[in-house]
């Protein structure tokens, strides 16, 4: 059973008169553990993909089940739970709040927990641990802009690890880096894999980022063209 | 509720977004505090205004109230007579114009208005005549007064039918001394009853040293100074409850009094005098607070001594009540009070439906109607068949007043509230403009699993804070403007609890209402277009 599983995804849009097609019956499954980035042309439609494997959105038609579970049809609060505790997200433009501390940044996710408020000294001890996975403990009280955009990303990416979820999603992480900090960053979801099993899909547009996935889909035109297992040299992390 | 909403961690960040916008937030904070101190102090001077109406008709002795035993009331016929009561029982007002002529008055060595009863005319004239029961003296049919200032008070009452007597004579009112302590307990638990003084009066010789005076001698509560608004102490203090409990023969002396028996300006507390050969410590002296009402030698209040009516109890081996002096809350509820009273004694002392009452509630109005040097014969027609209306007349004057200067207190409020209103509108303005300006912080809370709830939270949270802020800013600014008012305008300024309560209340509100739809419109963002918002 695939960890995440699409069946048949399609996904319309209204743009004035016509309808755009943005997915037309996309089935695919992610076990755990894998990493699989996605590469594609603008608008062949895996950002919307992306948004729907995020439970931003919801599919037009088709299923989309995690853990065998249809969350293709949940209520939005549902949504915005399962976002909180399977779902992780990193973002092309770092999305940090402005004039907040990075480990208070960090913490935002445990601030909307379900399983009832999270004490601020827990809050505070998961937000370190999660500086402490992407090496930027020493950081933790500086603000965004006291911060390179690499460092940026990486609390980005402490912040998508503190509720421990089970996939991170990316949506073109390196976009605003340049090519050694793409590559350091990268290099940390390569760990992250290894290290605590975690699924990870990343949206790119540059063969070589895509490449340190274990496994890589191609879009065009709201279809799934090329669906590449890699040859893997390092070792497969263990399946859960 | 209100414990989990201020522990949770989204207002934490709420309250850290509004210190992000420092200029914006302090401009929309002072125009919220400008719009509650504005009704605060608007209010204020309403409720100021309202209070010293009230004051000038509590002061007048308007919410006063008299129930004295008997009920007598003159004859058409000014013959100089008066009769038993045996009409309509609910007509309770009575001015006992006509007095016995007394024989002894002629001999007095003080005339006093209270007493020298010979001289109709100086009973209408004088201030407290008509207002203090014991100072009138309707003869019984056939009893003539006989009393002589030397004759000693002691031995009288030693006499088989001393109390008898009391009610008759001394009490003046030619009927049994019928209210009871237990009455005025109960009429202390009526609603609107503000302070209940029982009284027995007395007249009594009081000696100090080789020095006597003849004066008037009230057993009364400990409540009295409150009742009496007209009363300041020029000296030592009034009696105590405790002294009440055990009737401890202790005496407040009129400034006539202390005049009289120490000479002007010696101090009379502490001294010792004697009265029905008892001896007794005086433990104050109490004159008058306005130059409206000058002490003077045979008045009822100054000329006179005041021990609790306890100690007249027992030394005089009495029961029983002349009279009970009631204050009501309000003094546009004396009617009413009055209505109540009869209803509850009528009903304690078993009178049936169709017997006249056995007491007499007589409302300061009619004091107040007489006193303006009418004469005699008029003041009685008008007292014996205008009653009812006389004394609504001048309550509803207090009530209309009260009424009136409260509709100016909310007219006041209500165009204060347009600034209340500006205020809030600019909260919804800032609230707005924080939530486009956060739009992308709004969508990563989302994408992170923030609920609509939760961001409605976020921004409901931000615009109750600075209506909150503002509030409490407001209301010191408007608690100072009102000080500043009374200060340098003279106006009379009151800000009560309520509309401090009212003032923070209705700011809270503002900042829910105006910060509501910005809120809403923040949660219903979508996720996506959020995170794309530039």
């Excluded at chain 1, 490449?211 to 669906?227: E, N, P």
Aim: hydrophobic fraction near 45%; proline fraction near 5%; charged fraction near 20%.
């Amino acid at each position: 059973m695939a960890l995440l599983e699409t069946r048949d995804l399609t996904k319309e849009y209204r743009v004035g008169d016509h309808i755009v097609h943005a997915l037309r019956g996309v089935s695919l499954g992610i076990e755990a553990g894998e990493f699989v980035t996605i590469v594609g042309p603008s608008g062949s439609g895996k950002s919307t993909f992306m948004h729907i494997l995020g439970c931003l959105d919801r599919p037009t038609s088709g299923h989309y089940l995690m853990n065998a579970r249809d969350v293709s049809t949940l209520p939005p609060d549902e949504l915005a739970r399962v976002r909180n505790e399977m779902l992780g997200f990193v973002f092309q433009g770092f999305n940090l709040l402005a004039r907040t501390s990075a480990v208070e940044n960090v913490e935002l996710p445990l601030l909307y927990t379900r399983s009832g408020v999270v004490k601020a000294s827990e809050r505070r001890r998961k937000a370190m641990d999660a500086l402490d996975a992407v090496g930027l403990t020493d950081r933790a009280e500086h603000h965004p802009n006291q911060l390179s955009g690499g460092q940026q990303q990486r609390v980005a990416i402490a912040r998508a690890l503190v509720s421990s979820p089970s996939v991170l999603l990316a949506d073109e992480p390196t976009g605003n880096l340049d090519t050694a900090t793409s590559h350091e960053v990268m290099e940390i979801f390569k760990s992250l894999r290894r290290d605590r099993g975690l699924t990870i899909v990343v949206i790119t547009h540059e063969r070589d980022i895509a490449a340190y996935g274990s496994r890589t889909i191609d879009f065009r035109d709201g279809k799934v063209t090329l669906d590449v297992l890699h040859d893997e040299t390092l070792a497969q992390p263990s399946r859960r | 509720m209100m414990k989990r909403w201020l522990s949770h961690p989204v207002v934490d960040l709420a309250l850290k977004a509004l210190t992000r916008n420092r200029l914006q937030t302090g401009l929309t904070l002072l125009g919220m505090t400008i719009g509650v101190a504005t009704v605060l102090a608007m209010m204020a001077v309403g409720a100021g205004a309202q209070s010293s109406i009230e004051q000038q008709v509590r002061a007048a002795g308007l919410n006063q109230l008299t129930v004295r035993a008997g009920n007598w009331r003159p004859k058409a016929e000014d013959t100089g007579e008066a009769v038993a009561h045996q009409g309509d029982a609910r007509d309770t007002l009575t001015l006992p114009l006509i007095p016995g002529l007394d024989g002894a008055s002629a001999e007095r060595t003080v005339p006093s208005p209270s007493r020298a009863l010979g001289t109709p005319s100086r009973v209408v004239g004088s201030p407290d005549a008509l207002a203090d029961p014991d100072s009138r003296r309707p003869a019984a049919d056939a009893v003539p007064i006989a009393f002589h200032p030397e004759d000693d008070p002691m031995e009288k009452h030693d006499h088989p039918l001393a109390r008898q007597r009391l009610g008759d004579l001394e009490a003046g009112l030619g009927s049994a001394a019928t209210l009871s302590f237990a009455d005025a307990q109960a009429i202390k638990d009526l609603p609107g009853v503000q302070y209940v003084a029982g009284g027995v009066h007395e007249n009594a010789r009081v000696h100090f040293g080789s020095k006597r005076w003849f004066t008037r001698m009230h057993g009364t509560d400990v409540e009295m100074p409150s009742i009496k608004r007209g009363w300041t102490l020029l000296d030592g203090r009034f009696f105590s409850r405790r002294e009440q409990e055990k009737a401890a023969q202790v005496l407040v002396i009129g400034q006539i009094v202390s005049d009289k028996l120490f000479g002007p300006g010696v101090k009379a507390v502490g001294q010792q005098v004697t009265l029905w050969n008892q001896p007794f410590e005086v433990v104050g002296v109490v004159t008058s607070s306005t130059w409206v009402v000058q002490p003077a030698p045979g008045d009822d209040q100054f000329d006179a001594v005041y021990m609790p009516y306890t100690t007249t109890h027992r030394l005089l081996n009495l029961s029983k009540l002349n009279d009970i002096t009631i204050t009501a809350a309000s003094s546009g509820a004396v009617t009413k009070l009055a209505r109540d009273i009869t209803t509850l004694l009528r009903k304690r002392h078993g009178i049936g439906d169709n017997a006249p009452d056995d007491f007499t509630v007589l409302t300061q109005a009619t004091k107040a109607l007489t006193t303006g040097g009418l004469p005699p014969s008029v003041a009685r027609a008008v007292a014996g068949n205008v009653a009812e209306l006389e004394k609504v007349t001048l309550e509803q004057l207090a009530t209309t007043l009260e009424r009136a200067s409260r509709t100016m207190t909310w007219l006041l409020a209500a165009v204060a509230a347009v600034s209340l209103v500006v205020g809030g509108i600019g909260i919804m303005n800032i609230t707005l403009l924080s939530v486009t300006e956060r739009t992308r912080e709004i969508g990563l809370r989302l994408a992170v699993g923030a609920r609509t709830r939760d961001v409605m939270r976020q921004f409901l949270t931000e615009a109750v804070a600075i209506s909150v802020a503002g509030g409490v800013a407001g209301i010191i600014v408007g608690v100072i403007a009102a000080v500043v008012i009374a200060r340098t305008l003279n106006w009379a300024t009151v800000v009560s609890p309520l509309s401090v309560v009212l003032a923070f209340g209705v700011a809270a509100l503002v900042g829910v209402f105006f910060g509501w739809y910005p809120a809403k419109r923040a949660s219903q963002l979508d996720p996506i277009v959020a995170l794309r918002h530039e």
